[in-house]
């Protein structure tokens, strides 16, 4: 039993961190809108990195999920605001509906492009984010090009009071359940027989399959996973905290370069690698954005290539090797 | 009821035919060597076996079982296991952690958890010798180590049959021999048929086949018995050349001292 215990140990930093995090923000004055950003970060890199650092594929269409996810969110609110009776429901429904739009895109592109690999992968799922964006725009579904406004709906349905408080507190703090709940997924992962597969698909997919591991099944696991994370953090962060949708906003590959930047500045397929890489990107942008407006992205490209090249396995990957053989070692994944 | 049967498999790529309608019988049990030059269709045919590819034609029966349209990963727990000709560890995992995949996805899938496994992996490793690198990861090993890895992961898929793809190309008479010991250790031990592919090395298949199926150009040449295939002049042959006229006659022209010209 302790031995089950020990094995999920690298948690213990990972939530402390979020703990240390969520403190910070919520009794310290002012710092709430930085914490949040920060949680932003880190749950989009621990969800794309279940996939990515376990299987080794590049998804530079995640922000897919993430726009789908604020798009279940959207719809649920702008149509169900008017059951007054649902209350809180009107939320769930919008929650569900996310989760529903993200895994039935997430089963769509793992049967389409999970076939593929490398380089082609990648740009078969930029196609598919694309293609769905001018999609929306050119059928004109959900709003079109136009997107959905429904912060009066919410206000109807809810009061000032209350969506006052949803979009400053409980939109933020979902975030940071779920990055707890990817950490825990991806542990969780790692520590069963889905990791170990994954491992050798990373490795070598074809010997894996001769090896009786079902590869594009439990490529499909982690893909649908990390998707519906993704959907969440769209459905909280980007849905109910802003209360409006557009689809030229939400189908931005720039976010899924985020998410990669995030995971390789911490350590691609660690635990704690997100975390890390999301504090480090975070506070940087968020205080380049502060002393220089404007200049952050041109002084934030040399230095994530010098920590790439300095580090090819991520601020995390460094530590692991620095604690190899002491006792901190099961701590860090 | 034969283990392994093969029926009239035929395998092309294109225009070429690269296993020409073999038809082979391997009983429960059973070590047989497959021999034959480069290219003569020998991965071909193990790669029919274990589903990498389906044949174009025949039938291939395990365990009485038509798997002939099995995809790879369902031969596998039926009892299938597989080394290759360049291993193949997982290069990032320990040593450990690839044997312990094999226990994990093979025959005894359903039955071992993840700590299960990783004591089966234990006593592999045990087994072919590499308790020190256990720790280490797969892919800094020595290409000897990594063949002894593989074997130790293929073993823990508990097979019923296994394959292995030239296991011992590559290293001294004395690592043969004691391969050789070794395999027909395990093959008693965990009772499994062990079908060995050889290109070349005839000391490797003499000692360790009580039978050998010779192949060339993707055909079966012989299947017999070890001592009588390896000095039929057919299989003599194929990997020496055809005494032509010419050369009959350049030795006697060598044995006379002429000039080559004459």
């Known amino acids: 039993m302790k031995n089950t215990i020990s094995k999920y140990y690298p948690l213990i930093p990972v939530f402390a961190a979020y703990l240390i995090m969520f403190i910070i923000g919520f009794f310290m004055p002012g710092m709430w809108q930085m914490v949040a950003l920060l949680a932003f970060y880190c749950a989009l890199g621990q969800s794309w990195n279940i996939f990515m650092g376990m299987t080794g594929y590049v998804d530079f269409g995640y922000v897919t999920f993430i726009a789908l996810g604020t798009y279940g969110m959207s719809l649920g609110i702008s149509y169900f605001s008017q059951f007054e009776w649902l209350g809180i429901g009107i939320l769930v429904i919008g929650l569900i509906l996310a989760l529903f739009l993200a895994s039935l895109s997430a089963l769509l592109e793992a049967f389409i492009a999970l076939r593929l690999r490398g380089a082609y992968f990648a740009i078969a799922c930029i196609g598919i984010n694309e293609g769905l964006r001018y999609f929306i725009e050119g059928a004109k579904i959900w709003g079109g090009s136009e997107g959905m406004i429904f912060f009066g709906a919410l206000m109807q349905a809810f009061g000032k009071e209350t969506v006052n408080q949803l979009t400053t507190f409980w939109a933020d703090f979902s975030v940071f359940i779920i990055a707890a709940l990817a950490a825990f997924l991806n542990m969780h992962y790692m520590r069963s027989k889905i990791g170990y597969a994954l491992t050798a698909v990373r490795e070598d997919e074809d010997a894996a399959k001769v090896m009786g591991i079902n590869t594009t099944k439990y ?24 209360g409006h949708v557009y689809p030229g906003d939400v189908f931005v590959i720039h976010y899924t370069v985020e998410c990669i930047v995030v995971v390789l500045l911490g350590g691609a397929g660690t635990l704690l690698g997100p975390v890390i890489g999301g504090l480090i990107y975070g506070l940087s942008k968020y ?5 220089m407006p404007g200049f952050q992205l041109l002084i934030f490209a040399p230095i994530i290539i010098i920590i790439i090249v300095a580090a090819p396995e991520g601020v995390v990957g460094l530590l692991k090797r620095r604690l190899k053989g002491t006792q901190l070692e099961m701590f860090i994944e | 009821m034969p283990l392994l049967k093969l029926e009239n498999v035929t395998k092309r790529f294109g225009g070429l035919v690269a296993v020409d309608k073999v038809s082979l019988e391997i009983q429960a049990g059973e070590l047989i060597g497959i021999v034959g030059p480069n290219g003569s269709g020998k991965t071909t045919l193990f790669n029919v076996i274990n589903g990498v590819y389906p044949p174009e034609e025949g039938k291939v029966f395990f365990d009485g079982k038509n798997i002939t349209r099995l995809p790879a990963y ?3 727990p039926l009892g299938l296991g597989r080394t290759f000709q360049i291993p193949r560890p997982f290069g990032s995992a320990s ?3 690839n044997v312990a995949i094999g226990a994990m996805f093979g025959t005894l899938a359903d039955k071992v958890s993840v700590d299960d496994s990783l004591e089966i992996a234990d006593r592999y490793i045990e087994l072919v010798g590499l308790e020190p690198h256990k720790d280490k990861e797969a892919g800094t090993l020595t290409p000897v180590e990594k063949k002894m890895m593989e074997i130790a992961r293929a073993l823990a898929m508990r097979p019923k049959l296994l394959l292995m793809d030239e296991a011992m190309a590559g290293m001294n008479p004395k690592d043969i021999d004691d391969m050789v010991k070794f395999l027909k250790r395990i093959k008693d031990e965990e009772n499994i048929a062990i079908v060995s592919m050889v290109e070349h090395i005839m000391r490797a298949v003499a000692g360790l ?4 199926m010779v192949m060339n150009q993707g055909a079966k040449l012989i299947d017999a018995k070890t001592e009588e295939a390896l000095t039929d002049p057919r299989v003599v042959e194929v990997y020496l050349g055809h005494p032509t006229d010419k050369s009959k006659w350049r030795s006697e022209v060598w044995k006379e001292g002429k000039d080559w010209d004459e």
């Open chain 2, 95 to 97: 040593v450990r952690e």
């Open chain 2, 74 to 76: 369902k031969r596998a």
């Open chain 2, 209 to 212: 086949a009580e039978r050998v």
């Open chain 1, 287 to 291: 205080w380049l954005a502060v002393i």
């Open chain 1, 219 to 242: 490529k499909t696991i982690a893909f649908l996973t990390s998707g519906l994370l993704g959907a969440g953090v769209g459905a909280m962060a980007w849905g109910l905290k802003l």
